[in-house]
């Protein structure tokens, strides 16, 4: 059984995955009104992702005896001013995404709650990788700058993204 404390943190969490799939919706149509299909593509495997993850803290709650309580979602920015901007902002909120792990992993710690502990710990690896990812990209779009044949190639790269762990809801 979660405590109240554990179940308020993985509640807020779950409200904050939810809004970053919400915010990669608006990247992606942001890319594809500027004519980017393989970067709206790649920003929309980021929604499946980011709802996954949310699916995985929703039923680890339910698991646990605990009451989903799902809250308002804030409208994400619309607009930027290039794709390295937007880029730029997805690895910011990973990074901040990650912070909300590392405190969820302290409020689990705390409350000696090591079965939610365990499960965060895919979670923990999970923004290693989501970290990198970005990252990666931000760096290609430091390379490519204003070069519009750069972009044009690595939007084509971009559009190959598939995903490497296939969501588990739906199923």
Request: glycine fraction near 6%.
């Given at each position: 059984?979660?405590?109240?404390k554990?179940?308020?943190?993985?509640?807020a969490h779950?409200?904050a995955?939810l809004?970053?799939?919400?915010?990669?919706?608006?990247?992606?149509?942001?890319?594809?009104?500027?004519?980017?299909?393989?970067?709206?593509h790649w920003?929309?495997?980021?929604?499946v992702?980011?709802l996954d993850?949310?699916h995985?803290f929703?039923d680890y709650v339910n698991?646990?005896?605990?009451r989903?309580?799902l809250a308002?979602?804030?409208?994400?920015?619309?607009?930027?001013?290039?794709?390295?901007a937007?880029?730029s902002?997805a690895l910011?909120h990973?990074?901040?995404?990650?912070s909300?792990?590392?405190?969820?992993?302290?409020v689990a710690?705390?409350e000696?709650?090591h079965?939610?502990?365990?499960f965060l710990?895919?979670?923990?690896?999970?923004?290693?990788?989501e970290?990198?990812?970005?990252?990666?990209i931000v760096d290609?779009?430091?390379?490519v700058?204003?070069?519009?044949g750069?972009l044009f190639f690595l939007?084509?790269?971009l559009?190959?993204?598939a995903?490497t762990?296939?969501?588990?809801?739906g199923?």
């Amino acid at each position: 059984m979660l405590t109240e404390k554990m179940e308020n943190a993985l509640n807020a969490h779950i409200n904050a995955e939810l809004y970053s799939a919400y915010m990669y919706y608006a990247m992606s149509a942001h890319f594809a009104a500027e004519g980017l299909p393989g970067c709206s593509h790649w920003m929309n495997l980021q929604v499946v992702e980011e709802l996954d993850h949310a699916h995985r803290f929703i039923d680890y709650v339910n698991e646990r005896g605990g009451r989903v309580k799902l809250a308002a979602i804030d409208a994400p920015q619309l607009e930027w001013e290039s794709p390295l901007a937007v880029f730029s902002n997805a690895l910011a909120h990973e990074q901040h995404v990650t912070s909300l792990i590392n405190t969820l992993v302290d409020v689990a710690i705390a409350e000696s709650d090591h079965a939610t502990n365990n499960f965060l710990q895919w979670f923990v690896g999970e923004q290693v990788e989501e970290e990198a990812s970005a990252g990666e990209i931000v760096d290609k779009m430091e390379l490519v700058a204003d070069d519009k044949g750069g972009l044009f190639f690595l939007d084509q790269e971009l559009g190959k993204r598939a995903l490497t762990n296939p969501p588990t809801f739906g199923a």
